[in-house]
């Protein structure tokens, strides 16, 4: 191959080092007005008057807006559809947008926003989900299932009922482990942007910094009553998303509405504090774990509870839940599997889906979990490991179809490059080091709405100066999807990658791609990208092999020619006789991904059309005086499949480190409740880049990264996923290696050195070394929808369903 | 509140800018001056994406009053290549994975572009610690180092 595998410099590369990339806050249209949001300063309240007189009149305002112009709601997901752009009577947390001032320019309407009067009635806060189980009343949102819990969810992947619970209690070893993992949010360093414009021809375009254009050009539509024809959604490039310009904004739908109402363009820029409760971040999760163990070290069945904390809004949250237990099974042989979740609303900014989705939360207990078996039962943890790796084209319990693993791979890379053994249990008191693993989907299976269209589709056209054009909805956050794009036409073309113009993103004219999220980018767009490219080749070879004379099977394209022996022509003069027999050269490749073979209510979220794997070391140092943590150095090896540009590969794969030994050390999205004088409101504790702590260049360690490739056969040249999949192993390999330095263990994120201090304070007084959960609270889970592994027979469907509890909890 | 009339050396240019007198060195750059390469992450000085150098040195634009600025030599990310020509530290960024997203590679190459003319040949820590003031989301950082690496040595070896 002459350009897959081949470090190059990214066809956007240029741009991004001259600051020539707009990104939305870089783009001024004539005639632009200037949109601020006023946020709820309550965590629950009703609205029961807002008066808007004094700011419409304040000069330099031009539109007052409130949740009397939306009538219609909105959600990402079909099922949640319960946030309005404005909120028209409930607020849910401290920053719920409630009004919004368009001025000719941002201080004048943050001036109008102080003009705004609203008269709340305060309603008792739900700030955690003990509080929001043992508070049906008041309820955040009527549509819950069960008081303020939000979902139910429970599943029993076994021959019969109860067999799981028989199982691990029939075990040599039984473990059971409680686990917290705070929340985190994205932190992009780049803020929501849009602007909003009507056009000449009265339609709407809304340019914004999303991962999702396809997405919200489908809710505008909805939430503004205007068909979707005349709406266009430019997705600028996002500078950083990471999952937090994954769901459909407020500020979105205002400033839209805003630009229809004046008939003139509107900007609106969040400032940083807002985004912070924009959010959709990581949902804090308390986890329990209960796992059966043979002597030999195999895994006889595993009981996963979790608690979800959503905060005020679905989000992707039904999504998110699920994760927290449908990936447990495709990294390590699992016989039989049971898994209940519940999300519950807050009143807090909402969560949804940062880097991983709902999997790094319950990656972290499994894998410390396993790391407490290796050492009870006197293995290497990385031999533990190695024992037990699910077989490659494999079914799950739960139905997951497996295809390529490169697990035994990474896992031999990293054991080796750290020298792992000579160093575990061996180093000196105050240093360690520890392993984990992870998996992770390429691509979400299912759509968010459902439909059996394709979730990719890539258009080409080609002209007789060899120009290729290539346009997909597919969203550039920084991640290289444009030069994955462009790398896989030129490939199948044989031409440079820098001859093909690429055009992303734009719901005008680019075919529907669903978005970036759940790393499904490279697989879906890539085989979309493939056919496309096959079909204009085709054309070409079928030219060339009448102008040549030589079979069309014989000629090859590569270098800008299509050759075959000592004849060729080059792309240009290919194309161009291509254009004369054809016509104008176009063609359309489309993608969707194989039916997962799951049929239980439930199987829609986990599959994918592979998974990624990822092994990790992590050596730590402790001050045993301080418990300040220290990491010199991590070894990183990731199951790529086929890398597509190594320079790219390699920097998702550090950047995934940087971001899960961040989260692993100090970031956390915590709250905090005024004193009773000053609301007593339930706030943001740290709503600021300073105060949110995130790992700066000096805290940031060496870090060794392996890719391997093993290619899967239903990828673009069997290339994986490589954007989220490298964070989830780093979180417990600290923690892991923590306890190999200091002997205490730190079942909660984040791991701080007062965290890691209270563990050594109580090791030396003889206690049990250990921080975190101690307790996991009553929870209503239903009867488990039970569903018979594969080798079980059966055909992938529910033996039995699950009947939802009925609502028990009095009034408080 | 009247707007103040003030000449502003940017880029070797003199750049004439009429805004209101509390306005921000990023704000004129960004609004009045058309210059939006400078990016900005948080307007508090918390997050290095505004960094510009003002007679040579670092500075976050989001911190500096523009009126301060007047007789001040100011450079930004448009400033940096010779024409079509990148700078040595631009080519190596796009080249070696230094920018992914690019919201913070303007304030990180200017960040560099002062340490590099102050420290030709500076060790890996010292680039840890000059760039620690900008964050990165997506690279993990080193990418970055060994692009300005890569930078010190083509700038070394065309002197």
């Known amino acids: 191959m002459k350009v897959i595998g081949k470090p190059r410099r990214r066809v956007d590369g240029r741009a991004k080092v001259t600051g020539q990339t707009r990104f939305a806050d870089d783009l001024v249209l004539p005639r632009m007005l200037h949109m601020r949001l006023l946020r709820s300063p309550h965590p629950h309240a009703l609205i029961e008057e807002i008066r808007i007189e004094k700011a419409k009149a304040y000069p330099g305002v031009h539109l007052v807006l409130t949740g009397k112009d939306f009538p219609v709601s909105f959600g990402i997901l079909p099922v949640t559809q319960d946030e309005y752009p404005l909120a028209p009577e409930h607020v849910r947390y401290v920053g719920d947008p409630v009004a919004a001032v368009v001025a000719k320019d941002e201080q004048t309407a943050s001036e109008a926003l102080d003009l705004i009067e609203v008269k709340y009635k305060l309603l008792k806060t739900i700030s955690d989900p003990v509080e929001a189980l043992q508070n049906a009343e008041p309820r955040i949102h009527a549509y819950s299932e069960l008081g303020n819990i939000h979902r139910l969810q429970a599943f029993e992947f076994a021959g019969r009922s109860n067999e799981v619970t028989e199982a691990i209690d029939a075990s040599d070893h039984v473990f059971e482990d409680l686990f917290f993992y705070e929340g985190n949010t994205h932190l992009p360093i780049e803020q929501h942007a849009a602007v909003a414009e009507v056009d000449g021809e009265g339609k709407l375009t809304l340019w914004s910094s999303t991962q999702v254009p396809h997405y919200v050009h489908r809710s505008l539509a909805r939430v503004l009553q205007i068909p979707p024809t005349h709406v266009r959604v430019i997705a600028t490039p996002n500078g950083g998303g990471f999952g937090g310009k994954c769901d459909v904004c407020n500020h979105e739908m205002t400033v839209a509405k805003a630009a229809m109402v004046l008939g003139r363009p509107v900007k609106i820029c969040l400032n940083r504090e807002e985004v912070f409760y924009m959010h959709r971040g990581r949902h804090p999760v308390l986890m329990k774990f209960r796992t059966g163990v043979s002597k030999d070290g195999k895994l006889t069945g595993m009981h996963l509870q979790t608690l979800v904390d959503g905060g005020g809004y679905g989000s992707y949250g039904v999504a998110s839940t699920f994760y927290t237990g449908a990936l447990q099974t495709v990294t390590y042989e699992l016989p039989r599997y049971k898994f209940e979740a519940a999300r519950v609303f807050t009143n807090k900014p909402p969560c949804g889906p940062k880097r991983g989705h709902g999997t790094p939360q319950p990656r972290f207990g499994q894998e410390i979990q396993l790391d407490k078996i290796a050492e009870k039962l006197g293995m290497d943890p990385a031999e533990l490991r190695l024992g037990m790796i699910v077989k490659p084209d494999s079914l799950t319990a739960n139905w997951l179809k497996v295809g390529s693993i490169g697990l035994a791979e990474c896992i031999n890379q990293v054991v080796t490059r750290s020298s792992f053994k000579e160093k575990y249990r061996k180093l000196p008191h105050g240093r360690g080091v520890g392993i984990a693993c992870g998996s992770y989907l390429c691509g979400a299976g299912l759509p968010i709405y459902w439909n059996k269209m394709p979730q990719s589709g890539v258009q080409l056209l080609v002209d007789r100066s060899g120009q290729v054009t290539v346009f997909c909805g597919a969203t550039e956050i920084g991640q290289g999807s444009d030069d994955v794009l462009v790398a896989i036409v030129a490939e199948v073309l044989g031409i440079d990658p820098f001859t093909v113009r690429c055009i992303t993103g734009d719901t005008g004219i680019t075919p529907v791609d669903l978005g970036s999220y759940s790393s499904r980018v490279t697989v879906m767009m890539g085989n979309a990208a493939i056919q496309a490219a096959a079909k204009i080749k085709v054309m070409i070879a079928e030219t060339v092999s009448g102008e040549l004379g030589v079979a069309p099977n014989r000629l090859v394209f590569a270098n800008g020619r299509v050759s075959c022996d000592d004849k060729s022509l080059t792309f240009a003069e290919a194309a161009g006789l291509a254009e004369e027999k054809f016509g104008t050269l176009g063609s ?192 209503p889970y239903p009867q488990p929808v039970e569903v018979s592994p594969p080798w079980e027979g059966g055909d992938g469907s529910a033996r039995k369903g699950a009947e939802k509890p009925k609502l028990k909890v009095s009034a408080a | 509140m009247r707007n103040v009339q003030l000449n502003l050396s940017v880029n070797g240019e003199t750049a004439e800018a009429s805004f209101a007198p509390y306005k921000t060195l990023l704000e004129v750059l960004r609004e009045d001056l058309a210059l939006t390469g400078t990016k900005h992450g948080c307007e508090l000085g918390e997050c290095g994406a505004c960094a510009v150098l003002v007679d040579g040195e670092p500075q976050l634009s989001c911190l500096v009053l523009a009126v301060e600025c007047a007789g001040r030599r100011i450079e930004t990310v448009e400033g940096l290549a010779r024409g079509a020509e990148l700078h040595p530290l631009q080519a190596a960024f796009a080249d070696l994975g230094a920018a992914q997203c690019g919201y913070c590679t303007p304030g990180i190459l200017m960040t560099a572009k002062a340490l590099l003319e102050r420290e030709p040949n500076p060790s890996r820590e010292r680039i840890r610690e000059a760039v620690s003031g900008n964050l990165c989301r997506c690279t993990g950082y080193q990418q970055i180092y060994e692009a300005i690496e890569a930078a010190a040595q083509v700038m070394e070896r065309d002197t």
């Open chain 1, 588 to 779: 359309v490749g489309s993608y969707r991904p194989p039916r997962a073979p799951g049929r239980f209510k439930g199987a829609g979220v986990g599959p994918s059309p592979a998974y990624s794997y990822t092994a990790c070391v992590v050596e730590a140092e402790v001050d045993p005086a301080t418990g300040w943590i220290t990491v010199p150095k991590i070894w990183i090896a990731h199951d790529i499949g086929r890398t597509i540009n190594p320079v790219l590969a390699r920097g998702q794969v550090e950047g995934s480190v940087y971001m899960g030994l961040s989260e692993a050390l100090m970031e956390e999205q915590v709250f905090r409740r005024l004193p009773p004088k000053l609301s007593h409101a339930l706030v943001h504790k740290i709503p600021s880049l300073l105060e949110y702590k995130s790992l700066t260049s000096l805290d940031m360690p060496e870090v060794d990264t392996i890719l391997i490739e093993d290619p899967d056969p239903n990828c673009p040249f069997g290339a994986k996923e490589v954007g989220q999949g490298p964070l989830l192993p780093v979180m417990p390999a600290v923690a892991n290696a923590i306890y190999d330095a200091v002997g205490v263990r730190i079942d909660e994120i984040p791991i701080t050195p007062d965290k890691v201090l209270k563990a050594l304070e109580l090791k030396a007084a003889g206690k049990e070394a250990r921080v975190g959960p101690t307790t996991f609270p009553a929870v």
